[in-house]
RNA sequence: GCGCCGAUAGUGUAGUGGUUAUCACUAGGCGUUGCCAACGCCUAAACCCGGGUUCGAGUCCCGGUCGGCGCACCA
């Protein structure tokens, strides 16, 4: 248990500050708000949360990661809402000085229409209202747009402007239609990115909670509208979990678990896709080292969903200091990215789906004589050929307005054609489900999660409980002595465990229980120990961070023991 | 962005406008040490940045940066 009255958040960003895990950014130059730097084990436990990350989802879903640059051309930004929709209007008080956001002002005033408003307009309009802070009449004030995104410049001159990119899913988005080539051209397929995404947020706080620059993970997995039944169901069938549903949360009522197939029966989670994402979302935070117990899945309220989004799902971990915290948004996304991006790219994002059987389909085409009414209309001839395939002939000809123009066309002239096709098949634009996860605050989430003090042969001992598999250093190989051969021994079995592709750190410095102090603060989970008893029977001991028990074995066992307990196939208890 | 508070070795700290800035832990070296922060000797290491007041500023004043809290913001 943790002792003390010290903040769990001043006692994790210490230790995270004083080990190499989380620094504030060029510190000698004064830090930045909203931005760090990962120090060695920082990122070395990053990289491994991240990989966890891409064996769900590229590994066992068989999503392939693409890479895409950080900075995208207007037009991308322009398309997908983001130039348009990710700003606020605001303003800022001339008497207190406190920027405001300037449609909850007209709101708190009682003008409508703040949202539709030009800034003009808008500035105009809540001239007469009060401030939400000082309560002064505002007055004569200025609307400005205020947009999260960094803008910059491509090129020489300022000839082209980008922006950097506040979310890594666009790249999938603007990537459809090679995507979908590569995946040969049917549906369901998925493609991930794990990358950093920008957001110039107004006043960042909270250390690595609220980061101008974070690292987003994104898979965005494009499905048939129709059909959104995860293939793969049954795998989280029956995987319970805590669900705060909108109703739940109107109502005022706590998480309630389901399995995932009772929610989507109960039509609680918009579909299967939505629910398994869920599920697997949770099995993973849970693997990362998140205790069940502090983690929920929360709905988005139908006011504070997107309004393309059919269902939107937040994972919640709970934070000693910061209470529940977004950390992965899993969304139904519909069609709303691809049906925007076709739209202003002209490219059209659409998948062919084909019939089980063709459709025949009658149709009446009404076929033009070309030649004649060619010659005879034309510059006009292409309209009248349009007006002409919609009209409704008789048997004395067709009557047709062009422009205006009121024009004859004798049966002659054309020939009514009844034609049966056959439709083999359509065009329909996919849905995208989309679960996005921040990793940083998962590292953040993990590293606090893990953070624990406790008593050891009467002393206070810091220990990081981090699970096996996101410790940055993995096992620590220590000789009793630093002389008498064993530290030679020692240097040997690190390298053993070194060509297996362990992390493992050598240490002779001192006492051997400092030793296994520093390393228990780093959240290394095994020491292994090289003794005078290690020169006669060719053993040593592991000792387990968490319950500081040794357990003796053979030194030729050691790298395929350590790398089992690494992996999670074994446990120390049963060694 | 506003208001309040804070900032001294890696960490935690002491420091009436006046010596070479205190102490502990940590870290490094040597010795010692037969399994959980032991010990001895030695070493390294700091006044957030920029102005100002003053003969003299870690100390007082102003501005900035960062951090904490409250407000506001958080597609």
């Given at each position: ?42 990122a ?7 990989n ?8 066992q ?7 895409c ?38 709101e ?20 007469t ?27 020489p001159?300022?000839q ?124 993973m ?95 006009k ?83 990081l ?111």
């Amino acid at each position: 248990m943790i002792q003390g009255s010290g903040d769990i958040y001043e006692k994790v960003m210490d230790l995270a500050k004083r080990r190499g895990f989380i620094w504030p950014t060029s510190e000698c130059y004064g830090a930045v708000a909203g931005f760090i730097d990962y120090g060695p084990l920082g990122a070395m436990m990053k990289r491994r949360v991240e990989n966890i990350w891409r064996d769900f989802y590229v590994i066992q879903e068989g999503y392939y990661e693409i890479e895409c640059p950080t900075i995208a051309q207007e037009a991308v930004f322009v398309a997908s809402g983001h130039v348009k929709g990710f700003s606020d209007k605001m303003c800022q008080c001339p008497h207190c000085k406190e920027f405001l956001r300037a449609d909850h002002v007209a709101e708190g005033g009682g003008v409508a229409g703040a949202a539709t408003m030009a800034n003009e307009m808008l500035a105009a309009a809540i001239a007469t209202c009060k401030c939400l802070a000082c309560e002064e009449v505002l007055g004569k004030v200025e609307v400005f747009n205020f947009n999260l995104m960094f803008k910059t410049s491509i090129g020489p001159g300022s000839q082209r402007t980008g922006y950097l990119r506040p979310e890594t899913a666009q790249g999938m988005f603007v990537d459809f239609t090679r995507l979908l080539r590569f995946y040969r051209d049917h549906l369901p397929f998925g493609a991930v990115q794990i990358g950093k995404s920008y957001r110039n947020e107004i006043s960042p706080r909270q250390g690595m909670i609220r980061l101008r620059e974070f690292t987003h993970a994104e898979a965005e997995i494009f499905v048939h509208p129709d059909q959104k039944d995860h293939p793969k169901f049954s795998r989280y069938a029956d995987y319970i979990m805590p669900l705060l549903t909108a109703t739940q949360q109107e109502k005022n009522e706590p998480a309630v678990s389901f399995s995932m197939q009772d929610a989507v029966a109960q039509r609680l989670i918009a579909n299967e896709y939505v629910a398994y994402y869920l599920a697997l979302t949770h099995e993973m935070l849970v693997k990362i080292g998140i205790r069940p117990d502090r983690l929920r899945f929360r709905q988005h309220l139908c006011t504070e969903r997107a309004h393309y989004a059919a269902d939107c799902w937040d994972a919640e971990v709970y934070s000693d200091r910061f209470g529940w915290v977004e950390t992965v948004g899993i969304a139904d996304r519909t069609d709303y990215d691809l049906a925007a991006h076709a739209r202003h790219s002209g490219t059209p994002m659409t998948v062919f789906i084909q019939y089980g059987e063709p459709k025949k389909v009658q149709r009446r085409r009404i076929v033009p004589n070309m030649s004649v009414l060619g010659k005879q209309f034309r510059t006009k001839a292409k309209a009248v050929f349009e007006t002409l395939a919609t009209a409704t002939p008789t048997v004395d000809g067709a009557d047709i307005d062009v422009d205006g123009e009121k024009i004859h066309i004798p049966p002659e002239l054309f020939e009514v054609r009844n034609e049966i096709f056959e439709v083999r098949g359509e065009d329909i634009v996919p849905h995208v489900i989309e679960p996005s996860y921040g990793i940083d605050r998962m590292c953040y989430a993990v590293l606090e999660q893990a953070y624990d003090e406790d008593i050891a042969d009467g002393e206070s001992r810091t220990v990081l409980r981090l699970t096996p598999c996101v410790a940055p250093v993995q096992v620590a190989v220590f000789p009793l002595m630093n002389r008498d051969g064993l530290d030679t021994i020692a240097m040997e079995v690190t390298r053993t465990l070194q060509k297996k592709g362990l992390l493992a750190e050598y240490d002779d410095s001192g006492a051997i229980g400092r030793r296994y102090r520093r390393q228990d603060e780093i959240g290394t989970p095994f020491a292994v120990t090289i003794d005078y008893q290690t020169k006669d029977d060719r053993t040593v001991t592991i000792r387990d961070r968490d319950s500081m028990k040794q357990v003796r074995i053979a030194i030729d066992r050691i790298s395929e023991t350590i790398c089992d307990l690494v992996n999670g196939s074994a446990q120390f208890s049963s060694l």
